[in-house]
């Protein structure tokens, strides 16, 4: 069936299935959608009021009260939906029950780019603070004005009013009335002083209820009225092409409504959901082949022979010092899946000439980008309002699903379409978190001091998201198909496959190479924490590595290399609680490893230390105890922060001691849980502590990103202080074990 336009709904809002669901694009949000391209930055204002400066932008307030706060960022299970509203209330000077978020939405909210990279406090929590700093001090001036008293003798009630010294009072909502907050912020507001009465407390999460008692969370569960249920059809995996499908035999099958196709592009749309999946099954019969070159037999050794481009990212200009003790180290990391639990889904409706996607990207607004380009409807006309996925953290095929929801809607309008991957695809075409090489060498002085530091990392790129259409894999198989997104660096400090290639420690004499790869023999993007992990990995093992090589305490032996008094103290405060001095020696089967680093080396710190013990007989790990510090600025809610620091301590022993995708020359062939094993509730840490150092009166840094590195060298190092082997090679498999261990 052709592919032809139809238009969006103005109805409001519906609910679905437990989901508030919106259809109709808010004109307001529209003509500031329209003006956002044509308003001057502000590069004055904290945070992310220097692209979007407008206080209506992200607070509201109306007649009746009733507080809206908006943020460009979305909610992935990081905890910001909670972290946010804190920010606001405390700001406003209401409880956080006052306050209604709305977060990532194309008709509603500020374009805050792509949730990613630790950003979400940095960039939306500093703006909104500060915008809600700017709308309290405008309803105190706009009551002053109403009383003509001074501001300064106004206070505010924490129940969303203001209130004058002889007892007179006015709510926010009647002061709004009269109040126009189109108004750039100012970039002075000042911040309300202490004691605080929502920062810094540990509320409980507003998005846990839900997911805890089986309601409706994630896009997965949203049912919309006449909801129709497809499933795209491709080849096995990335790379592949299936042929000559079957197209007749699936639209004869009873229920089955359309089989959608352009160009390779094709999907089946059906009543219910199961019948959908059996016609999925039988075009799945087609032949299939690999469209690309093959996979090399070793691919690794591939990454480190590429073609790259070369960037020197770091050069002490120090004479190096006399070299009493060398070490020389390669590390490799092997391809990750993002192993969302829930496969990518999408819901898309078209109606009216318009197209509204419902989808879990980590960024709707270059999504909706991608999604005009792909459609090519007006960019007016396209609206993606973020809902939640069961899994995320990175590329997964998020953007992809909405992209084939979307074709399916526009065949079928007036219906909505729910779109969802099967598992083996999930597996099978998300983009990977790519393999890297790091080779390094490092050198002591006679002083015990690092003399001189040499490393070199090889990667293809950490970011494929959709910048257009050529970003999606139907926007490759549309007819005509559109080129293909050619991968660029991403430019330091921030880094792709550099991220925290640079070491935090002093550093004298020295040379970091980066080696972009823009050529890929599988499709990689962006997954939780980029390179920083493996880089994080390698810096840390090889600290270790010189440490024993001069003898050296390993904490002992960063601290004096550490200049940053925030570095130090987490270190300390890590090392303190864990018991680092008076910690269990090895005996050959259990050991403690500890790892440092501050997150791109501007964000959060973090310091991990671990006991583990390893079984000679089977190569297994077994993780203890895991002690983590962390230092990210003024924390705002910080169980929420060790939420994050735990979840990335679990994921990361995941990722060093189980996880690998494997191929051979056609395609990938982990497909399932069962041939990409991934951590189960057995190989959790017996316990995790997590202490915030909280730093009242600092920037926000973000944690999001800011544990995986440390703990999974943490994890390497304790290996290597249990049994005396040093293992740099990704994952530390129980074969791999036992083959370093010569069992």
Not at 104 to 109: H, M, P
Not at 111 to 130: C, F, K, L, P
Not at 160 to 188: N, Q, T
Request: glycine share 10%; proline share 7%.
């Amino acid at each position: 069936m052709s592919l032809a336009n139809s238009g969006l709904s103005r109805r409001g809002l519906v609910r679905a299935g437990g989901l508030l669901v919106a259809f109709a694009l808010a004109p307001r949000a529209m003509a500031q959608e329209a003006a956002a391209a044509k308003k001057p930055a502000a590069p004055g204002l904290p945070g992310s009021l220097r692209t979007t400066p407008l206080l209506d932008a992200w607070i509201r307030v109306d007649p009746a009260g009733r507080i809206t706060v908006f943020t460009g960022k979305a909610e992935l299970g990081q905890g910001i939906k909670t972290a946010l509203i804190q920010v606001a209330a405390e700001e406003l000077d209401v409880t956080p029950g006052a306050l209604v978020l709305v977060t990532a939405d194309t008709g509603r909210s500020p374009n805050e780019g792509v949730t990613a990279g630790s950003h979400s406090m940095q960039d939306s929590g500093t703006a909104i603070r500060n915008a809600a700093a700017n709308v309290r001090q405008l309803l105190t001036e706009a009551a002053a004005e109403r009383w003509r008293l001074s501001p300064d003798g106004l206070a505010t009630t924490g129940d969303g009013r203001i209130k004058a010294p002889d007892g007179r009072a006015a709510g926010y909502g009647e002061l709004a009335a009269d109040l126009s907050l189109h108004v750039a912020a100012r970039p002075d507001a000042p911040l309300r002083p202490g004691p605080h009465k929502s920062l810094g407390l540990d509320l409980p999460r507003v998005d846990i209820p839900t997911k805890v008692t089986g309601g409706a969370a994630y896009v997965q569960d949203l049912r919309l009225p006449g909801m129709l249920h497809a499933r795209v059809v491709r080849g096995p995996s990335d790379g592949t092409r299936l042929a000559d499908l079957d197209v007749a035999a699936a639209k004869a099958m009873p229920g089955v409504v359309e089989v959608v196709r352009t160009g390779r592009f094709a999907a089946v749309v059906a009543e219910r959901e199961w019948t959908a999946i059996q016609a999925l099954r039988r075009l799945q019969q087609a032949k299939w082949s690999r469209a690309d070159p093959p996979i090399p037999p070793d691919m690794i050794a591939a990454v480190r022979a590429a073609q790259t481009q070369d960037e020197v990212i770091f050069e002490g200009k120090a004479a190096p010092a006399p070299a009493a003790k060398t070490v020389r180290a390669r590390y490799t990391k092997p391809w990750l899946l993002h192993g969302s639990i829930g496969p990518s889904c999408a819901v898309a409706h078209f109606q009216d000439g318009g197209l509204t996607v419902w989808t879990h990207t980590q960024g709707v607004y270059p999504l909706k980008k991608a999604i005009v380009e792909l459609t090519r409807l007006p960019a007016d006309e396209v609206r993606c309002i973020h809902t939640e996925g069961s899994g995320c953290y990175g590329h997964n095929g998020a953007d992809d699903v909405a992209a084939d929801a979307a074709l399916c809607a526009l065949a079928l309008p007036g219906r909505p379409v729910r779109l969802q991957w099967m598992r083996e695809q999930e597996h099978g075409w998300e983009p990977l978190g790519t393999g890297m090489v790091v080779e390094a060498q490092a050198s002591l002085g006679a002083d015990n001091r690092i003399a001189d530091w040499r490393y070199e990392v090889w990667s293809p790129s950490h970011n494929g998201r959709p910048a257009g259409a050529g970003g999606l894999l139907a926007g490759l198989e549309v007819d005509p198909p559109f080129p293909p997104q050619v991968p660029r660096p991403i430019p330091m400090p921030e880094g792709g496959g550099d991220r925290n290639g640079v070491p935090i420690y002093q550093i004298p004499s020295g040379r970091v190479v980066s080696h972009f790869i823009q050529h890929s023999d599988v499709r990689v993007s962006a997954l939780r924490s980029l390179g920083g992990f493996m880089n994080v990995f390698s810096i840390e093992s090889l600290m270790d590595e010189l440490a024993r090589a001069g003898g050296a305490d390993p904490v002992a032996f960063r601290l004096a290399h550490l200049t940053d008094p925030r570095a130090v103290d987490v270190v300390k405060l890590c090392a303190e609680r864990f018991g680092w001095a008076g910690r269990a020696r090895s005996d050959g089967r259990t050991g403690c490893g500890f790892a440092f680093a501050r997150y791109k080396n501007l964000a959060s710190y973090c310091a991990v230390a671990m006991q583990v013990s390893v079984e000679h007989e089977t190569g297994a790990i077994s993780v203890g105890r895991v002690v983590a510090a962390v230092d990210s600025g003024e924390a705002v809610n910080p169980d929420g922060i060790r939420n994050q620091i735990e979840g990335a301590v679990v994921q990361a022993l995941s990722w060093t001691g189980i996880e690998a995708m494997t191929f051979d020359a056609q395609h990938r062939t982990g497909f399932d849980w069962s041939a990409y094993p991934i951590a189960r509730f057995k190989d959790v840490p017996g316990s995790v502590e997590v202490h915030v150092l909280n730093r009242p009166g600092q920037p926000f840094l973000g944690a999001g990103e800011a544990g995986q590195g440390p703990a999974g060298a943490a994890l390497a190092n304790a290996v290597a202080d249990a049994t005396g082997v040093r293992f740099r090679d990704l994952p530390l498999s129980p074969d791999r074990v036992k083959a370093g261990l010569g069992i």
